[in-house]
């Protein structure tokens, strides 16, 4: 069935209403020397706009009639990035998101005041309009890639303000709705977790249920704002101010010990991505984070094990913290855990950074690591791996003359580090030729080619 003159009419007006804006927004860049950035970024939105009503003719040319549940309804058609808005009305985003540009704080259909504009995605929506374009054999429609940052609302920071007064509420159920609902917001909107920059009081008042020494008493209230806090750490600006606020720490490293294993995997996914800030690294490592880090690494729950791993990975690149956890006892943990077959890539990886650090050897050597390493080049299929491997047996081989006549005798046996030398990784292949050159030049090994 063809589509209604109606639907065609809503496109060219929609259409002439994007190019009028954008021909005033042309004209205010080229007339302005010195034009605004927010005025460029306008003109990219109206030109997506447009790109977007383009694409939407094109995938509807075998004339269907669209079911009215998959239409916007402001555009009337095909909804592209289907997006839930504070009411629960459901909205094609590009379309929803410039009303919200324009400052509009009114739901078009319901007519009512927004709590927020937060638009959440609606998946159920998308998947159901993926399926019936694939029965009617016409493209999906593919989301808008580039329609600027979400906007923050005069509206939004009420709502932040609200919940955050609901988590200071004595009503232990006040807490945790507000807990669960900013847990859910900074999960989905980056302009949301923007706002927790604004403020350096902001991150007080969220942790301000949880007390330390006490933190595991509500488990759930305690998972929701330990996650809340991984969400806000995502964001770039955010890192530095969540790492250097004094509650921010003892709360995380109290959170790898104690609660639900969820909390303990998400406190250690934080401590990650706040590593990635070189002063943050320091900030952490010195608060004793790395202990219990380990420690969770050495329980070894398969849910928490990749975010510990990651993120002891990530201090270890710090120098100081190198020292700090093998003091811990890192190697052992790691060693251990490589033997087992758990987590070989990424724990070889820390192994291999802490590698240049005396103690971290004298461990190695002590807990068989030479041994392992040499077993994991012949037998893995990982050139990674046996990278790692090799960084780690150069090292001992030049810190450790202890073990110069057990890496020989595997040379001798199996030509492990010759045939590296040879098919290796660039890396790997320097290495292993180190390894042969100090061989020789010590009067142990005659290898061959």
């Not at 990278?387 to 450790?400: D, H, K, M, Q, R």
Request: with cysteine; glycine share 4%; aromatic share 4%.
């Amino acid at each position: 069935m063809a589509r209604t003159g109606v639907s065609e009419e809503t496109d060219k007006e929609a259409a002439m209403e994007i190019k009028k804006q954008l021909r005033k927004l042309v004209k205010d860049i080229v007339e302005e020397e010195d034009y605004r950035v927010e005025t460029a970024e306008e003109a990219m939105r109206a030109l997506s706009s447009l790109k977007n009503l383009k694409s939407s003719k094109k995938s509807l040319s075998f004339k269907l009639d669209v079911p009215q549940e998959f239409r916007c309804p402001i555009s009337g058609e095909l909804m592209i990035d289907p997006v839930v808005l504070a009411t629960g009305q459901t909205y094609d985003r590009p379309f929803i998101q410039r009303l919200l540009n324009e400052g509009s704080q009114i739901c078009p259909q319901t007519k009512q005041v927004l709590a927020h504009t937060i638009l959440t995605p609606n998946n159920l929506v998308r998947q159901m309009i993926s399926q019936w374009c694939k029965e009617h054999g016409i493209e999906s429609p593919k989301p808008v890639q580039d329609i600027g940052e979400e906007i923050v609302t005069s509206a939004d920071r009420n709502y932040l303000n609200a919940l955050l007064q609901k988590t200071s509420s004595s009503s232990l159920s006040d807490q945790k709705e507000a807990a669960k609902e900013l847990r859910l917001l900074t999960k989905r909107s980056s302009s949301f977790r923007a706002l927790f920059g604004e403020s350096a009081e902001i991150i007080a008042q969220l942790l301000s249920p949880l007390s330390q020494g006490q933190v595991a008493t509500h488990p759930d209230l305690q998972e929701d704002l330990i996650t809340t806090l991984l969400n806000l750490s995502i964001h770039d600006n955010n890192k530095r101010l969540v790492a250097e606020n004094p509650l921010v720490i003892p709360l995380l490293i109290e959170s790898l010990v104690f609660g639900t294993i969820q909390t303990k995997s998400n406190a250690a996914a934080t401590f990650f991505t706040l590593s990635a800030i070189d002063s943050n690294k320091i900030v952490i490592g010195a608060s004793g984070a790395l202990k219990p880090l380990i420690d969770l690494l050495h329980e070894g729950h398969p849910l928490a094990m990749k975010d510990v791993a990651t993120a002891i990975f990530r201090l270890c690149t710090d120098l100081e913290n190198r020292g700090r956890a093998v003091n811990a006892g890192v190697v052992w943990v790691i060693l251990k855990k490589i033997m087992d077959g758990v987590l070989v890539a990424e724990l070889l990886a820390i192994l291999a950074i802490i590698s240049t650090n005396q103690k971290a050897i004298q461990d190695m050597c002590e807990f068989g690591a030479v041994s392992c390493l040499v077993k994991i080049i012949r037998e893995s299929n990982c050139e990674r791996d046996k990278e790692n491997c090799i960084v780690i047996l150069y090292n001992i081989c030049f810190s450790a003359r202890s073990k110069l006549k057990e890496i020989k005798d595997e040379e001798m046996s199996n030509g492990t580090f010759s045939r590296l030398a040879q098919s290796g990784t660039s890396r790997a292949k320097r290495k292993a030729i180190g390894i042969l050159e100090r061989l020789n030049k010590t009067g142990t090994v005659t290898h061959t080619a």
